[in-house]
C-alpha cells in the first residue's frame, strides 16, 4: 500500500502551503505575528515553564518552530500533546515512549474532556511544588503556552483555568480567552489563574508560524489538521486528501458491523456525552446527527470494500473518491444539482466530522519513519 506522502494530492495540498507562504498578498505573516513574536520573546525569559503545545495527529510537523530561535530558557519546557483524542491511541503512545527516551518531559491531553484535564492540573501542580522544593521563592508561577495556530491553546487554557478556579473555590467573575476553529484568531497574550497557594497562571499566546514554510509534506499535514485556513487550499481537496488516508488505512474496517446490524444507535450514542444527545434535536440536514454519521461510515465502508482497483494507483483512487463522493450527496442531504457546489457542500461536511474524530481516529506521523530520518 502506498504511503499518503507518495500521494498526488498530498503533493498538490503542500506546494499550494508553501506558495501561500511565499506570497506577500495574502499576509501570511503579517504585522501582527511580528509584534506577537516580540511579545513572547520579551516574557518568555521571565516564566517558570513553557509548554508546547503539539496537535497529537502531527507531533513533528506542529513543533514550534520558533522556540528554536530563542536563547536557552531558564524555564522547564514540557511537551503537551493536545487533541489525543483524535489521534491513533496505538501511535500516541509510540510518540510518548518517543519523547521519552529523548529526554523530553511530555504529556497527552485532550482539552475537552473535564477529567483528563483534572488529571493534567494535577500533573501541572506536583511540577510546581517540584520547582518549590528546588528553590524557588517567588509567591506566583507561570506558564507560558506556546504552539502553532489551531493546536488547541486557548481551550486548554481555558479548560485549565475553569478546573483550577473550581478546585480552589475561587468566585467572581470568569474570564476566559476566545477560542475560534479558525487558525489565528488568538491576537494577545493572556493572562488566566489555574491554581492558589501558591497562585500559578497561564499565559495563552498567539499561534505563530515562520515567516514562511519550505516542507510541503509538513505543510499537507498542517493544512488537513486546519492548522492552515482552508481557503488556501480549499475544502473540496482537503476532504479528497482525507478520504485518500480513510481509504489507505483499515480504519474503515471497524465500521463492518454496520452493514450487518441495524442496531447500532446505542453503541454510537456512547461517543458522546448523555447531556449532548438529549439536548440535540435530530435535523435531517444536519450531518452531526447520529444517524447520519451512521450512514456516512456505512457508505465508506461499502465503497471501499466493493471497489476492486488499484489503491496504490492514483487515477484509481480518484475513481473511488468520486464514487464515494456521488453517494455521499444523497446520504448528507445535499441536493444541488451544479456538482462542483455540491461537493463542496459534501466536502465541508466531511471535513468536519474527520476533525471533530466521528469518521476515526488517525495519526498523520509515525514513530519509525521519524527514527529513519
Known amino acids: 500500500m502506498a504511503t499518503a506522502k507518495t500521494w498526488k494530492i498530498w503533493r498538490e495540498i503542500g506546494d499550494a502551503v508553501v506558495n501561500a507562504s511565499r506570497n506577500p498578498n495574502r499576509?501570511?505573516?503579517?504585522?501582527?505575528?511580528?509584534?506577537?513574536?516580540?511579545?513572547?520573546?520579551?516574557?518568555?525569559?521571565?516564566?517558570?515553564?513553557?509548554?508546547?503545545?503539539?496537535?497529537?495527529?502531527?507531533?513533528?510537523?506542529?513543533?514550534?518552530?520558533?522556540?528554536?530561535?530563542?536563547?536557552?530558557?531558564?524555564?522547564?519546557?514540557?511537551?503537551?500533546?493536545?487533541?489525543?483524542?483524535?489521534?491513533?491511541?496505538?501511535?500516541l503512545n509510540k510518540w510518548m515512549d518517543y519523547f521519552e527516551q529523548r529526554n523530553y518531559l511530555s504529556y497527552a491531553v485532550n482539552s475537552h474532556n473535564k477529567e483528563c484535564v483534572k488529571q493534567f492540573l494535577n500533573f501541572l501542580?506536583?511540577?510546581?511544588?517540584?520547582?518549590?522544593?528546588?528553590?524557588?521563592?517567588?509567591?506566583?508561577?507561570?506558564?507560558?503556552?506556546?504552539?502553532?495556530?489551531?493546536?488547541?491553546?486557548?481551550?486548554?487554557?481555558?479548560?485549565?483555568?475553569?478546573?483550577?478556579?473550581?478546585?480552589?473555590?475561587e468566585k467572581g467573575k470568569l474570564k476566559h480567552t476566545t477560542v475560534s476553529p479558525q487558525p489565528g484568531d488568538t491576537k494577545d497574550i493572556m493572562s488566566l489563574k489555574i491554581g492558589s497557594h501558591p497562585n500559578v497562571y497561564v499565559l495563552?499566546?498567539?499561534g505563530i508560524f515562520p515567516p514562511s514554510l519550505l516542507d510541503a509534506e509538513i505543510c499537507s499535514?498542517?493544512?488537513?489538521?486546519?492548522?492552515?485556513p482552508d481557503d488556501i487550499v480549499?475544502?473540496?481537496?482537503?476532504?479528497?486528501?482525507?478520504?485518500?488516508?480513510?481509504?489507505?488505512?483499515?480504519?474503515?474496517?471497524?465500521?463492518?458491523?454496520?452493514c450487518k446490524s441495524q442496531?447500532?444507535?446505542?453503541?454510537?450514542?456512547?461517543?458522546?456525552?448523555?447531556?449532548?444527545?438529549?439536548r440535540k434535536r435530530q435535523y435531517p440536514t444536519d450531518h452531526t446527527q447520529d444517524f447520519i454519521v451512521y450512514d456516512v461510515r456505512r457508505v465508506l465502508y461499502e465503497t471501499i470494500s466493493a471497489f476492486d482497483g488499484d489503491l496504490d494507483d492514483d487515477i484509481s483512487m480518484g475513481n473511488l473518491i468520486e464514487t464515494q463522493f456521488a453517494a455521499l450527496r444523497t446520504v448528507l442531504?445535499?441536493?444541488?444539482?451544479?456538482?462542483?457546489?455540491?461537493?463542496?457542500?459534501?466536502?465541508?461536511?466531511?471535513?468536519?466530522?474527520?476533525?471533530?474524530?466521528?469518521?476515526?481516529?488517525?495519526?498523520?506521523?509515525?514513530v519509525s519513519a521519524s527514527e529513519k530520518s
Open 221 to 228: 499535514k498542517l493544512a488537513l489538521t486546519g492548522a492552515i
Open 263 to 278: 442496531d447500532f444507535t446505542e453503541s454510537l450514542s456512547n461517543e458522546i456525552s448523555t447531556s449532548y444527545v438529549q
Open 333 to 366: 442531504r445535499v441536493t444541488e444539482e451544479a456538482s462542483e457546489f455540491a461537493d463542496l457542500r459534501v466536502a465541508s461536511k466531511i471535513l468536519n466530522l474527520y476533525r471533530t474524530g466521528r469518521l476515526g481516529h488517525y495519526t498523520l506521523e509515525h
Open 125 to 169: 501542580q506536583s511540577q510546581v511544588r517540584e520547582l518549590h522544593k528546588s528553590g524557588h521563592s517567588g509567591h506566583t508561577t507561570t506558564m507560558m503556552l506556546l504552539g502553532i495556530p489551531n493546536v488547541g491553546k486557548s481551550a486548554l487554557a481555558n479548560s485549565l483555568h475553569q478546573i483550577g478556579r473550581i478546585s480552589a473555590a
Open 234 to 258: 480549499g475544502e473540496t481537496k482537503l476532504a479528497r486528501f482525507f478520504l485518500t488516508i480513510l481509504n489507505s488505512s483499515h480504519e474503515y474496517k471497524k465500521w463492518e458491523k454496520l
Open 27 to 91: 499576509r501570511w505573516y503579517g504585522p501582527h505575528m511580528a509584534a506577537s513574536v516580540r511579545a513572547i520573546s520579551e516574557r518568555i525569559q521571565l516564566v517558570d515553564f513553557v509548554l508546547e503545545i503539539r496537535d497529537a495527529r502531527i507531533p513533528l510537523s506542529s513543533e514550534y518552530e520558533l522556540l528554536r530561535k530563542f536563547p536557552p530558557l531558564p524555564s522547564k519546557r514540557i511537551l503537551v500533546l493536545n487533541k489525543m483524542e483524535l489521534a491513533d491511541p496505538l501511535e
Open 204 to 206: 495563552d499566546t498567539p
